[in-house]
């Protein structure tokens, strides 16, 4: 099938208006005016913004295990509602992706039930909280982008730096829950003022500055990629700057709830702020926006961790850690950031597309001749409110919800194919 994408304001390095040919799954011109193939489909973006696809790092899926939650298929669905067209599935899972077996079922189920691409993580140890190292090289041939033992962390030094040593030799990435489960001490709120308040107890900053300390030193002596994980701390921030200056082989990733919201937004005992690394302080929020800009947080990624109502009801005492975020991520960040004038569109384009894909190799992240077409039409000039009931997820569980914001996806393509396309309400 070829597509002619017409009228379209086309943002990525550079911003014009024309239009896109794609042919078997790639853009094969870009231009002003171009004729119409025979037999080919017409999009009128009429005068809407066509970026390349969004990708995200970091994203549960729940599937296997967990599928009341969310499945392949509806997170997926939800991606590309979102405007993303690659994501990264997080391992922890049941069975975890811990050998290689299970993992080529998973690969191959990402491949059959997803309508964009999903490239998936394998754990780093067995089972995820042991200390009992994979077989990276069998691992790494079997299709996992990386490993990460997301949701608890490496508590081990040891095992840590020998996992490291492992990835290494497969040059594939370490992507880092970065936690330190003693600091942590099991809490449920960032440890503060709002938590005194709340009569809650508190996650001390430093269970994430002080793992990331050790994990940053472990992958200077190894020369690991070692990705930190939804970084919300003023230390993490200043750790990896550091570290970036030395020369060590990290990437950061924000979220886009940790960029906007810290603890002082929290109206009270409300599941729906509950998340892990918790929303920390004011001075960290800032210090995020910082490195986000300076380039220390090369990234941004939602951590998209759906749950059921019941899971997030109650208290911060009893709901589950997380919320959703593919739906939400692009519009609030456009409406926070570029409308305020914060940074341009290009910026976010960067940070929410064609970093992250430069960063773990992806063939993503671009507006050019062969590319895959891998694209988003969005609606930058419509307001509307952000409401859990029309997710595609399962999961519906945000702070957000009623937010008024703009950038509103009115199609995703995946290699050329539609993957969403908002129904005509007229």
Partial sequence: MNTLIKNAIVADRHIFKGDILIQDGRITALGEHLPTPVGAKVIDAAGATVMPGLVDVHVHFREPGFTAKETIRTGAAAAAHGGFTTVCAMPNLNPVPDNVATLSQLVAKNRSDAAIHVQQFAAITKGLKSTDLLDYAAMHQAGALGFSNDGVGVQDAATMYQAMKGAAAVDAPIVAHIEDAGLANHGVINQGPKAKALGLPGINH??????LARDLTLAEATGVHYHACHVSTKQSVELIRDAK???????AEATPHHLLLDDGHIPGDDPMFKMNPPLRSEADRLALMDGLRDGTIDMIATDHAPHTAAEKSGSFLTAAFGIVGLETAFALLYTSFVRSGWCSLKDLIGWMSTKPADAFGLSAGRISIGAPADLTIMDLDTA?????????SLGHNTPFAGRTVYGSVLWTLVDGDVAYQKEDKA
């Fill in 206 to 211: 430093v269970s994430e500055s002080a793992q």
């Fill in 245 to 251: 200056a030395r020369g060590v082989h990290v990437t």
């Fill in 384 to 392: 509307y409110q952000i409401d859990p009931t029309a997710f595609l």
